[in-house]
Every structure is written in C-alpha cells, then in structure tokens.
C-alpha cells in the first residue's frame, strides 16, 4: 500500500457506520418474524468469525428468503437512523480525502436514504451512490462505479467483511479491511486484504499520503 488511488469506495454499514448495536437490537425480531434461527448474544463473538454464507448457513436463512428479510431491516434502520451513527473521526477522513481531490463512492446493501441521513453534510462528499445491493450483488455494483468514476488512477474498496472483499476480487480493484465493522479482525487478516486499517486516520494515510 502507500500509493495514490484516485477513487476510494466504501462500505457502509460496519465500515462508515456504527451499526452493528442496532443489527443485534433487531435481529431476533426479524428472526422470528423471517422464521429463521435467533442468536444468543452469547455466540455473537464466535458468529463475527463467519462469512457471510455461512453465517445463513448456520441461522438457516433460506436464500428466497433474504430480498425480503433485506427490505424489512431497510425499512428498520429509516425507522431507528436517529440511533445510528458513524464511527468516531469518518467525517474527518472524508473531508481530507475529498479536499485531497479522491473521488468518493459508496456501494452498500443498505439504501442510499438511510446513508444520506446518517452521512448528514458529508454526503455530498460522496460523488457516487450504488446503494440497495443485495447480499451478494456487491461485485456488479462496484463495476458500475469503477465506470462512472473512470480508471484514471487506482480504485479501492474499504469494507468490514469477507464479502466486500469478494466483491473487490471479481471487480478486479484493491480492498482494504476495516477492523472496527462486523468481522473480527483476526478473521480478515486471515484473508489477507491487500491492507488491514486500525482506524479511519490510517485510510488517509494509505491511500493519498503524498497529497496529505
């Protein structure tokens, strides 16, 4: 790492956002509302250990079932947003990677409402939205934004689970792990990102050092 990138793309939920002490206040009631598994706040260490797919796996989620379970927890974060809210220093980075001249992006599951809301002034930093991506839908998003934002320069996803990171894989750009999301770090290492942040500080550093 350490080169300039012109386009860096972030996750939302996890990455940007503090969401995970909403997921697990929801998640039992969207459990037994979708007829799947209910989670023992003993076992969440051990479930932040999973991907994605074996997470489903283990609560099982039928996959007809999940556009469905996707909307219902959309439509819980618009009614909870007021409780969500990005983690500590976000808006800092953000403003010093869009006044370094990176062109910003988003590609989340979540929908672009619920970013913009939470997000606040610093949305309009962001220049492109590809929002509402279903579970595994990431990679095709990512392209889409990787079009629209040019190649004039190299593109980084940073995301918090092994998903984004198959994502950045199939779109053929770099990913950067986050250790304060969804996944244990120890789990993302394990993957070998092309880089692994501590904090949001080291995304500035690693992706435009030479203009900050």
């Known amino acids: 790492m350490g080169r300039p990138y012109a386009v ?19 998640i039992n009631g969207v459990a037994r509302r979708y007829r799947f598994r209910q989670i023992d706040p003993a076992e969440i260490e051990a479930l932040r250990g999973l991907s994605a797919r074996a997470l489903i796996r283990e609560l099982g989620v039928p996959a007809w079932k999940l556009p469905f379970i996707t909307r219902h927890m959309h439509r819980l974060a618009a009614r909870d947003i007021h409780a969500i809210e990005l ?33 606040g ?4 930093r962001v220049r492109h939205y590809a929002c509402g991506a279903s579970m ?8 889409a934004v990787m079009r629209k934002a040019g190649l ?9 689970e092994l998903r984004d990171q198959e ?14 999301g969804y996944t244990r770090r120890d ?3 394990a993957n ?12 500035l550093d690693a992706t435009c050092p030479a203009e900050l």
Request: aromatic share 10%.
């Open 8 to 26: 860096v793309v972030f996750d939302f939920d996890g990455t940007l956002a503090d969401t995970f002490p909403w997921f697990c206040s929801v």
């Open 87 to 119: 983690f500590p220093d976000i808006r800092h980075m953000l403003r010093k990677l869009d006044e370094a001249g990176i062109t910003l992006a988003i590609v989340s599951s979540n929908s672009e409402a619920n970013i913009r809301q939470v997000l």
């Open 121 to 124: 002034p610093c949305a309009a």
């Open 136 to 143: 595994f839908g990431k990679a095709k998003r990512l392209r």
């Open 152 to 160: 004039n320069g190299g593109v980084i996803y940073v995301g918090d």
């Open 167 to 180: 994502a950045a894989e199939a779109a053929g750009c770099d990913f950067a792990a986050v250790s304060w």
């Open 187 to 189: 789990v993302l290492a």
């Open 192 to 203: 070998q990102p092309d880089a692994l942040f501590e904090h949001p500080g080291d995304v």
